[in-house]
């Protein structure tokens, strides 16, 4: 198998992803419609680099991941890591798929089994995949651990010793034990407190160096993103509506709804605030969305395209790498 | 004596947790006072007793592990501490109003949202039913809800989060409270609804006078909404400040790590900030200055390693408890 990504540099490459539910009703259950989770999303992944997906909760950057992993049944699309089309690969395949793309979850309380001993958490994808026990085991556990910050002494203790920091240190151990090649982050630091987020951040940062690491970084804190990622894409109601270079995306933001995300962020700064670009109403249910680009209810520009057809994500102009998704920017 | 223009003022108040493991201090000789008409915050970390401090101010400490066992709450010429439950429950809900961070919990789901917030209106109010449905109905405009007439028969259920904390706060300025007491009122929701609301309890705020004492481990937030700030940690003020001044020139070592180590928008760096170690827990709190195992300036020093610094006030208005603080006053023979 050929380890080097040659899918044009990518690492991980996604192509118009569909991922819906089906919504059943009534006695027989029959299907009546779909939750469009994610709704057509592209997205690449260079090696050794940090794709961000940002939004707010129910805009579907978690389904996305799950996705990519095959963790819930895919809609349609194309889903290509390491020259391998997950969505072809029989369930052997996804074994062996599975030790090299990791997940690190949100909550370092429930994403823990209480019952386990820290080794037995760390060293388990270790025993599933790559069927090493004994010693050779526990200096693999010690040397991770070592890495992700932890003591020795750590090994033979459960959980419920560890404040929250630890645990996503321990969970973190986990997902880096088996030398994965795609590491998915889902809201790392977001149960974490504000004192021990930097820490984790930081942590992330020091591993990915040393061990080539490609995260797909999934948030919903536009400053944690900013501070982890290279790239980031913009989440609103299934769909990318901008997605661009980290420093692009934040000196120059476009879609209204970047612009209105970026507004809503409290600074850390006493100044006046400016509420100009406050975001009315919620976003809609995703069982009906409107009609058009699903983000008119709440666009100040809206006008008549928005309210017709759904803007496709396409380049800027003079940009190739900046993309977005909206009537009101000139391509 | 409390400045004319206060309404809220804590002194000293010290509320512990009696368990099995042992006695946890949750909230040590903190004091502060809330101004007419004015934001206060209160930050820090999970376990700093930020919320037992607001729940000792409504008296909903849960006893009987939880108890008051020291200080003096001052509001409207009283100490709250010494009232009887009777009148106790006749402030809290009506001159004190508190909103909570979790609006799915807070409501009750058997209930329409109309009956929850008529509820309140006729226990304080003492008004007819129909009455209270008109003020129930006003006050769910006050909170910018569309077609209040409809929503007031709906469930809890039926409206999304930052729908159910607008219901908290309509419930919450019903009765036209003093002071309203937002425990993290949008931790749990979405930094665009975030936004929403807090624009609507600056409104509110403007409109009605009423004081705010706001709960929050958002630094960003205590920046844009407050007048003025406490910052705990390990069940201790810290750091007491008007907002500007505070982050501007944060006074100790613990509220300087914090505002160096967040990732802002803007920050282009390699790498944060950061606060070695963890939070200590409640149970073991080290000796002498409790942040000292963390400190860059006083981990090593003899003095934070073994006498507490006592909050006190500066020239400035300010007030830190901190042995290396500027202008903080070492006395030489500590106790």
Request: proline share 7%; charged share 20%.
């Amino acid at each position: 198998m050929n380890t080097d990504a040659n899918t044009n540099g990518f690492l991980l490459k996604v192509d118009d992803l569909k991922t819906y539910f089906p919504v059943r009703k009534g006695l027989l259950r029959r299907t009546v419609g779909y939750l469009k989770a994610v709704d057509g999303i592209s997205l690449a992944v260079k090696p050794a680099t940090s794709f961000g997906l940002v939004g707010e909760s129910g805009c579907g950057k978690t389904t996305a991941a799950r996705s990519i992993l095959r963790l819930i049944p895919v809609t349609s699309g194309k889903i290509i890591f390491d020259n391998i089309d997950i969505l072809a690969a029989n369930s052997a395949r996804m074994r062996d798929i599975r030790a090299s793309i990791t997940l690190v979850f949100q909550d370092p309380f429930g994403s823990l089994n209480p019952r386990m001993t820290v080794a037995n958490i760390v060293g388990e994808p270790l025993k599933i995949h790559k069927k090493i026990t004994g010693s050779e085991l526990t200096e693999q556990v010690r040397l991770i651990l070592s890495k992700v910050g932890l003591s020795a002494d750590a090994i033979n203790r459960y959980p419920h010793e560890f404040s929250g920091g630890q645990r996503q240190r321990i969970g973190i151990a986990r997902a880096l034990i088996l030398k994965p090649k795609l590491v998915i982050c889902d809201e790392p630091v977001s149960a974490l407190d504000v004192s021990i987020q930097s820490q984790i951040l930081n942590l992330l940062k020091d591993l990915q160096q040393e061990f080539s690491l490609t995260y797909l970084f999934i948030a919903h804190d536009l400053a944690v993103v900013q501070f982890s990622c290279d790239i980031v894409a913009v989440m609103y109601m299934g769909r990318i509506v901008e997605q661009a270079p980290v420093s692009e995306l934040y000196n120059n933001p476009l879609h209204p709804y970047t612009v209105a995300l970026m507004a809503a962020i409290p600074k850390i700064t006493v100044s006046p605030q400016a509420s100009t670009h406050r975001l009315k109403g919620e976003i809609p249910s995703i069982l009906s969305p409107p009609p058009g680009c699903p983000f008119n209810p709440r666009c100040r520009f809206a006008g008549e395209n928005c309210f017709s057809q759904n803007p496709l994500l396409v380049p800027v102009a003079g940009n190739d790498e900046h993309l977005i998704a909206c009537w009101h920017i000139k391509k | 004596m409390p400045e004319i223009d206060t309404l809220l003022s804590v002194e000293n108040l010290s509320t512990h947790f009696f368990t099995q493991q042992g006695v946890v201090r949750a909230v040590q000789d903190v004091s502060f006072s809330v101004k007419k008409s004015r934001t206060f915050a209160v930050v820090g970390e999970s376990g700093c007793g930020k919320s037992i401090t607001a729940l000792s101010i409504m008296r909903l400490v849960p006893e009987p592990q939880g108890k008051i066992v020291a200080g003096k709450i001052n509001f409207g010429g009283r100490n709250l501490l010494d009232l009887s439950k009777k009148r106790m429950r006749a402030i809290r809900g009506n001159r004190i109003a508190m909103i909570f961070q979790e609006p799915m919990t807070s409501l009750n789901p058997v209930f329409t949202v109309g009956y929850q917030i008529e509820e309140a209106i006729r226990l304080h109010q003492h008004k007819s039913k129909s009455d209270a449905r008109d003020l129930a109905i006003q006050a769910l405009q006050q909170v910018r809800i569309s077609d209040p007439k409809q929503r007031i028969k709906e469930y809890p259920h039926q409206m999304s989060g930052g729908m159910r904390q607008r219901v908290m706060i309509a419930m919450a300025i019903s009765c036209k409270p003093e002071l309203l007491i937002a425990d993290e009122p949008t931790t749990a929701l979405d930094v665009t609804i975030q936004a929403q609301i807090l624009d609507l309890l600056d409104q509110l705020q403007k409109q009605s006078q009423m004081s705010v004492l706001l709960i929050t481990h958002n630094l960003g937030i205590v920046a844009e909404r407050a007048q003025d700030v406490a910052v705990m940690y390990a069940s201790r003020i810290a750091e007491l400040s008007d907002c500007k001044s505070l982050f501007d020139n944060p006074l100790h070592p613990y509220t300087q790590g914090l505002l160096k180590s967040l990732p802002r928008l803007g920050f282009t760096g390699k790498r944060l900030y950061t606060i070695p170690g963890i939070v200590p827990e409640p149970l073991r709190f080290p000796a002498g200055c409790k942040f000292h195992p963390r400190c860059p300036v006083g981990c090593n020093d003899k003095r934070c390693q073994t006498v507490e610094p006592q909050l006190r006030s500066l020239d400035n208005g300010r007030a830190v408890a901190c042995w290396f603080a500027p202008g903080y006053e070492r006395p030489d023979n500590p106790k």
